[in-house]
């Protein structure tokens, strides 16, 4: 277990009996499944978590049920680096499944505890499960394949009506020991005004890039229209709240390098830069070390990460992730369009 992790971060540590169950179900699921988009293996994904141990199960659905923290981590899996290999330079041109297929699978299996895994189409072309690794041509960019700077904390997909629920994030191996950042919500310090505001249609927030056709592998008209509604938002410039549910134990949307207030509504710009400050400076390092899982409420939590120097040598930071929604139907109208790739 990492020393550099916040204390108060809810934990779960798997021991030696129950690390090697868990990485013996994983190797044994990668060999009877071809990929992680299969029908089947998505159908069977709830039957093939109860196989998971008790702890494990147990610890995430207090965590799920709790709706309090926004992010826990587990610890203690056991993650082969001669079978996961180098960390590659780029997520393009990789052949799925790759040698780490069970640790993905290992993370589709805690994704179906906690509700359906969901790609967007997109995001990384569709792939169910995403890559975050440094990448020298976006050193300096707002993704999570930059490393020279700061990514700024986030919900995720936070322009998005139907971003995830959950995000899970597994670290394959981070010698460095680079910290993600995590931040909760204290409303202790906002004005009721204030609050009432950030509960109205007065923001915009811009899709990040990681949607942008740029950052895709476009050989298709298919494929380049379902980009068509990410420009629409970017185009349409829709307003809409950053907290909602309760008033008194609220969540969030939050994604400030892509947020901007209309110039004229003073009172919606006081409101979000003291929801800023009350965010950024309750926020708390979390390392993900090999062999960890992080788990963060999409709703309860923002995350981002510490700037760090790559070394481009095969042995970089390297996490899967994972979206989870806990209710497909809300998208069913969006996924016939093509936009979302979500399974069920």
Same mark, same amino acid.
């Not at 060999?31 to 093939?48: I, T, W």
């Not at 056991?78 to 780490?100: A, I, K, M, Y």
């Not at 394959?172 to 950042?181: K, S, Y």
């Given at each position: 277990?990492?020393?550099?992790?916040?204390?108060?971060?809810?934990?779960?540590?798997?021991?030696?009996?129950?690390?090697?169950?868990?990485?013996?179900?994983?190797?044994?699921?990668?060999?009877?499944?071809?990929?992680?988009?299969?029908?089947?293996?998505?159908?069977?994904?709830?039957?093939?978590?109860?196989?998971?141990?008790?702890?494990?199960?147990?610890?995430?659905?207090?965590?799920?049920?709790?709706?309090?923290?926004?992010?826990?981590?587990?610890?203690?899996?056991?993650?082969?680096?001669?079978?996961?290999?180098?960390?590659? #330079?780029?997520?393009?041109?990789?052949?799925?499944?790759?040698?780490?297929?069970? #640790?993905?699978? %290992?993370?589709?299996?805690?994704?179906? %505890?906690?509700?359906?895994?969901?790609?967007?189409?997109?995001?990384?072309?569709?792939?169910?499960?995403?890559?975050?690794?440094?990448?020298?041509?976006?050193?300096?960019?707002?993704?999570?394949?930059?490393?020279?700077?700061? *990514?700024?904390?986030?919900? #995720?997909?936070?322009?998005?009506?139907?971003? !995830?629920?959950? *995000?899970?994030?597994?670290?394959?191996?981070?010698?460095?020991?680079?910290?993600?950042?995590?931040?909760?919500?204290?409303? !202790?310090?906002?004005?009721?005004?204030?609050?009432? =505001? %950030?509960?109205?249609?007065?923001?915009? =927030?811009?899709?990040?890039?990681?949607?942008?056709?740029?950052?895709?592998? =476009?050989?298709?008209?298919?494929?380049?229209?379902?980009?068509?509604? =990410?420009?629409?938002?970017?185009?349409?410039?829709? %307003?809409?709240?950053?907290?909602?549910?309760?008033?008194?134990?609220?969540?969030?949307?939050?994604?400030?390098?892509?947020?901007?207030?209309?110039?004229?509504?003073?009172?919606?710009? +006081?409101?979000?830069?003291?929801?800023?400050?009350?965010?950024?400076?309750?926020?708390?390092?979390?390392?993900?070390?090999?062999?960890?899982?992080?788990?963060?409420?999409?709703? +309860?939590?923002?995350?981002?990460?510490?700037?760090?120097?790559?070394?481009?040598?095969?042995?970089? +930071?390297?996490?899967?992730?994972?979206?989870?929604?806990?209710?497909?139907?809300?998208?069913?109208?969006?996924?016939?369009?093509?936009?979302?790739? *979500?399974?069920?």
């Amino acid at each position: 277990m990492s020393n550099l992790t916040d204390p108060s971060t809810p934990s779960y540590t798997l021991t030696p009996e129950e690390g090697a169950a868990t990485a013996e179900l994983s190797i044994e699921l990668a060999s009877a499944y071809p990929a992680f988009d299969d029908p089947g293996l998505l159908r069977d994904l709830p039957r093939l978590a109860a196989s998971l141990p008790p702890g494990t199960q147990r610890f995430l659905r207090e965590f799920k049920l709790g709706d309090r923290r926004g992010h826990a981590v587990i610890r203690g899996h056991v993650f082969d680096q001669d079978r996961v290999g180098p960390t590659p #330079e780029h997520w393009r041109g990789r052949s799925r499944p790759g040698p780490e297929f069970p #640790e993905e699978l %290992l993370l589709m299996l805690y994704g179906a %505890l906690l509700g359906e895994p969901f790609g967007w189409a997109t995001q990384q072309n569709g792939h169910l499960v995403h890559d975050i690794f440094p990448i020298r041509q976006h050193e300096n960019d707002q993704l999570g394949m930059g490393s020279a700077e700061l *990514l700024t904390w986030h919900t #995720e997909d936070a322009f998005h009506p139907y971003r !995830s629920d959950y *995000l899970i994030l597994g670290a394959l191996r981070n010698p460095d020991h680079v910290p993600t950042t995590v931040g909760e919500l204290d409303l !202790s310090s906002l004005s009721a005004e204030d609050i009432g =505001i %950030l509960f109205e249609p007065r923001f915009y =927030i811009a899709p990040d890039e990681s949607h942008l056709p740029k950052n895709n592998t =476009i050989t298709t008209e298919e494929e380049a229209a379902r980009f068509a509604t =990410i420009q629409r938002m970017i185009d349409e410039r829709p %307003l809409a709240p950053l907290l909602y549910g309760s008033r008194l134990d609220p969540y969030m949307r939050l994604d400030p390098y892509f947020t901007s207030v209309p110039e004229d509504d003073t009172d919606a710009q +006081r409101a979000y830069e003291a929801l800023f400050k009350v965010v950024d400076g309750a926020m708390r390092e979390v390392v993900a070390d090999e062999g960890d899982v992080l788990f963060l409420d999409n709703h +309860r939590a923002v995350h981002g990460r510490l700037p760090f120097r790559a070394r481009y040598d095969g042995t970089d +930071r390297w996490l899967k992730r994972v979206c989870v929604t806990t209710d497909l139907r809300r998208s069913r109208e969006m996924r016939a369009t093509t936009e979302t790739r *979500l399974l069920g």
